[in-house]
């Protein structure tokens, strides 16, 4: 079973549109949390990483939150523009550095 | 920086060939990851070397694949022989990592698509 679930696995918004992504996670022990977004034919590229002792980042129009307790992260994109479309990955990190991935939630924006 | 090089960024090979991918990571980084993604498993952590030296190869999935960097500048994947279960893209990622709560950038390079025919 998968220690991180992504959810909704794919989405489609129309641009200008916020969305927000889920994140659950079950990986313990936990050092840190990252979201990647991969466009297609390319490599993931980091949008954020938060530790335990962070509740939210930001990186332009992404914001990411982190609720360690619940083990829960969100991914959201305000005024979603074209260039968003892509797939979003979440990955966990433990403090021994093994890496959990998620499926990605793949986000399609449309004019 | 070029950032991570990769070569080549497609190969197509038929099955039982040898298969050399090579990485070449962004200059002053100390850790070295090799990844697969396919359409089903997504994206899998293969390998990861610091200083040169492998750290943790646990999901390296058969004795078929191996993994060297001999200096740090570059990096190889072979897989021999290859299968047609072996193909899928494969990218190398460098960072800078310091602790163990280290939140460490990882920057990946293009990929090498890989298919065995």
């Known amino acids: 079973k998968n220690q991180v679930e992504q959810s909704p696995q794919s989405l489609i918004i129309l641009e200008g549109k916020n969305c927000t992504l889920q994140?659950?996670?079950?990986?313990?022990?936990?050092?840190?949390l990252r979201w990647y977004k991969q466009d297609t034919g390319r490599g993931p590229v980091s949008l954020t990483i938060?530790?335990?002792?962070?509740n939210t980042k930001s990186n332009g129009r992404y914001t990411a939150t982190l609720d360690a307790d619940t083990k829960q992260s969100s991914l959201h994109i305000t005024a979603s523009q074209l260039s968003d479309s892509a797939s979003y990955i979440c990955v966990v990190r433990r403090l021994n550095y093994k890496l959990s991935f998620g499926a990605g939630t793949t986000v399609t924006v449309r004019a | 920086d070029a950032g991570v090089i990769q070569s080549p960024r497609h190969e197509v090979t038929e099955m039982g060939q040898e298969v050399t991918l090579r990485c070449k990571p962004i200059?002053?980084?100390?850790?070295l990851f090799w990844y697969r993604q396919t359409m089903m498993r997504g994206l899998e952590l293969l390998i990861y070397f610091n200083n040169n030296v492998p750290i943790d190869d646990s999901g390296m999935p058969e004795d078929r694949f191996s993994a060297k960097m001999p200096n740090a500048s570059f990096s190889t994947l072979k897989i021999q022989p290859s299968e047609p279960r072996d193909s899928a893209v494969y990218f190398c990622?460098?960072?800078?990592?310091?602790?163990?709560?280290?939140?460490?950038?990882?920057?990946f390079g293009p990929g090498t698509r890989l298919t065995v025919l």
């Open positions: 990622a460098s960072s800078v990592v310091r602790g163990s709560y280290s939140t460490d950038t990882q920057y």
């Open positions: 994140c659950n996670y079950t990986v313990s022990p936990f050092s840190n």
């Open positions: 938060m530790t335990f002792s962070e």
């Open positions: 200059s002053g980084h100390d850790y």
